[in-house]
Structures are given as structure tokens and as C-alpha cells.
């Protein structure tokens, strides 16, 4: 079963933050956060694993709760290219096939 | 490290065609990946290899697609008697994997656009 993204879309001013939020069903090994633009592949943006590890860009941030079964995407000081829309992918036994999440729009305005 | 490459870019067939795509990972990932995407979704999870040996193949996937990695290095996919339905764009990804850490990020390449008429 696949994650649920929240929100589905989000219209954001240059500057603005955003968060994105990841949930599943399921227990969570790892989630992969990636963004895609229009006719583009995903780009990897961060990893987190159970337990606390996670490796990503500097400018993104995200949490793990895995408790909760759930990640959150921090946009801080949104940029015009940070536009397009973003995936989280859950692995549930670690064994990194990924199921992807229903996808959230950004689209960011001058 | 040129990333993952994949050929075609794009594919317009007719109905009941064979097709195959390839897809030449990053060089030293063990791990090699297929995903099938349609508008507005989410990649799906198709298949994937560990060096030469298919893993996975999900249950989603008809008799008609096969996947190979004959030598632990590019990868194949064939779909055969093609269907509209699988009009898609189709993804390839590779990691270093096989530790479930870090490593397991995914990189993906630029994908295969298929078109079937």
C-alpha cells in the first residue's frame, strides 16, 4: 500500500517555507524523499533510516518519526527552482525496493 | 560517475509490437532498478537486480515484461505484444545497496517514454 503525501498541492511565494508530509501504514526501514519536474527523473533529494542516520542536500532537511510512521520534507526559504513535484519512498523491510508516495505539487511564485 | 543512462529516450510502437529498453547503471552499483510511471503517480516498483540475479519482480507485472542483467553491469527490459496500457514512462535506478544504509540511495536515470499506439 502505498504512502500518503499531504498536502496534494501547495502554491508558495518566493521565500516562503513549506513542510511536505510522508505517512504509512506500515513500519518504516527508510524513506527516500526525491523531487521531479515536468517530464524530468525523480532527483534524490534526502534518506533517512530507522534509527536516526539520514544523508540528503544542505539546504533540505527532513524527520523521521518512526513511531508515527512518518517523514516530513522542510522547505525553508523557498527558491523559484525548488518548483515540481515531490515523492517520498518507503522501505518497509530494508530491502530497498521502494513503494512511492501519491506525490505533492510545490509550485513557487515570484 | 556519468549517472544512469537509458536508451531510448523516447518509443512510439503499435499495438502488439515488441520493445526493449536498456538502462546502463552507475559503474560499481550492485544494484539496478525498474519502475513504470504514468501521469500524475508515482514511480511503481517493476523489478529489480542484485549484480546479475533478478530479485524481485513484482506481482503487478504480467508474463509479458522480462528483465535481464546478464553480466551484473546494463539491464534490459523487453515488453512484448506491447498494449496501450502500457503506455508509460519507464525508469531505471541503481544504488551501491546491499547494506541497507546510506548507500541505498537510488539514482535515477532520465527514463524511457513509450508510447504505444
Known amino acids: 500500500q502505498q504512502p500518503v503525501q499531504s498536502p496534494q498541492a501547495v502554491i508558495l511565494r518566493e521565500g516562503e517555507d513549506a513542510v511536505i508530509n510522508c505517512s504509512s501504514s506500515k513500519a518504516l526501514y527508510s524513506v527516500h524523499w526525491y523531487r521531479q519536474k515536468h517530464g524530468e527523473a525523480p532527483v534524490f533529494l534526502m534518506i533517512l533510516l530507522k534509527g536516526g542516520e539520514q544523508k540528503g542536500h544542505d539546504k533540505i532537511s527532513a524527520s523521521f518519526n518512526e513511531k508515527k510512521q512518518q517523514s516530513s520534507l522542510y522547505l525553508t526559504a523557498s527558491q523559484l527552482s525548488y518548483s515540481g513535484t515531490y515523492f517520498c519512498?518507503?522501505?518497509?523491510?530494508?530491502?530497498?525496493?521502494?513503494?512511492f508516495g501519491t506525490g505533492t505539487r510545490l509550485t513557487i511564485i515570484p | 560517475d556519468t549517472g544512469v543512462s537509458q536508451d531510448p529516450r523516447h518509443k512510439i510502437t503499435k499495438r502488439g509490437q515488441n520493445v526493449t529498453f536498456r538502462c546502463d547503471p552507475i559503474s560499481e552499483h550492485n544494484r539496478l532498478y525498474w519502475y513504470r510511471q504514468t501521469l500524475g503517480q508515482g514511480p511503481e516498483f517493476l523489478t529489480y537486480?542484485?549484480?546479475?540475479?533478478?530479485?524481485?519482480k513484482s506481482r503487478l507485472l504480467s508474463d509479458r515484461f522480462s528483465a535481464e542483467r546478464p553480466k551484473g553491469s546494463f539491464s534490459t527490459l523487453e515488453i512484448q505484444r506491447t498494449e496501450q496500457g502500457d503506455s508509460a514512462m519507464y525508469l531505471c535506478?541503481?544504488?551501491?545497496?546491499?547494506?541497507?544504509?546510506?548507500?541505498?540511495?537510488?539514482?535515477f536515470g532520465p527514463g524511457t517514454r513509450l508510447t504505444v499506439l
Open positions: 535506478a541503481s544504488s551501491l545497496g546491499g547494506l541497507a544504509d546510506l548507500q541505498d540511495t537510488q539514482y
Open positions: 519512498g518507503t522501505d518497509n523491510f530494508g530491502n530497498e525496493k521502494l513503494t
Open positions: 537486480f542484485q549484480n546479475e540475479a533478478q530479485l524481485e
